[in-house]
């Protein structure tokens, strides 16, 4: 599997765009990108997956340059119930296990 | 929308008991997951079940560990003799394939004094 690096904390304010990035150096070419978003004493909760270029959902984009060596969930606007633990996962989208990280943690302030 | 529940919400139980965590899976989904996440920790695949068997399962789940899928709705997971470091919060979860795309419920948090 790939190993991911994701930033451990982030910052942000009520309103701003908030970019994570996402290294994955040794991503494989049936990997696929996946972010997946996590609140306190809740289960996660899929946000948006992608192969290469840029998706988009009603909740956020993921951007994947043409090397996918890393990728960038974007979350527009955030508010403050967008604080939460933002987990990415590099795999093949047959692979059942999905292994998490230590994730970034978002706080989103007033 | 439809949604993965669990039961129940909080289990408290001493150690050496045998527990069974409950969940209902989303309907049409076929491939069935446990995870759990000890507090402040990363969270952790436990196994994967399908079409009635195991398909996968991690070094975690040891003998002490057992699913079953007793019914057409619902999914459990059996710690046969709790140990002190099996508190923790166990997710289940549930995907339509064998897709990246899973369903989490909303957790039973384990208390094993």
């Known amino acids: 599997l790939a190993k991911t690096t994701q930033p451990i904390s982030m910052d942000s304010y009520e309103g701003q765009e908030v970019n994570i990035t996402c290294s994955h150096n040794n991503i494989a070419t049936n990997d696929y990108i996946t972010w997946y978003q996590q609140f306190p004493s809740q289960g996660p909760r899929f946000i948006i997956q992608?192969?290469?270029t840029k998706v988009t959902n009603e909740v956020a984009s993921l951007f994947i340059p043409a090397d996918r060596k890393s990728s960038t969930l974007s979350l527009p606007r955030v508010s403050l119930s967008d604080t939460a633990v933002y987990y990415c996962l590099v795999g093949p989208t047959g692979r059942r296990a999905l292994t998490f990280g230590s994730g970034t943690r978002l706080q989103v302030q007033p | 929308e439809p949604e993965v529940t669990q039961t129940p919400s909080h289990q408290v139980t001493q150690m050496g008991q045998e527990v069974i965590l409950r969940c209902v899976p989303i309907?049409?989904?076929?491939?069935f997951y446990w995870y759990r996440q000890i507090l402040g920790q990363k969270v952790e695949f436990l196994v994967s079940?399908?079409?009635?068997?195991?398909?996968?399962k991690s070094e975690i789940f040891d003998d002490q560990f057992s699913v079953e899928r007793p019914d057409g709705s619902n999914f459990t997971l059996k710690i046969r003799s709790t140990k002190l470091e099996d508190s923790a919060m166990y997710f289940c979860a549930s995907s339509e394939a064998g897709e990246y795309e899973q369903f989490f419920g909303p957790g039973t948090r384990l208390t094993v004094l």
């Open positions: 309907s049409n989904h076929l491939y």
């Open positions: 079940f399908y079409n009635n068997e195991i398909s996968e």
């Open positions: 992608g192969y290469k």
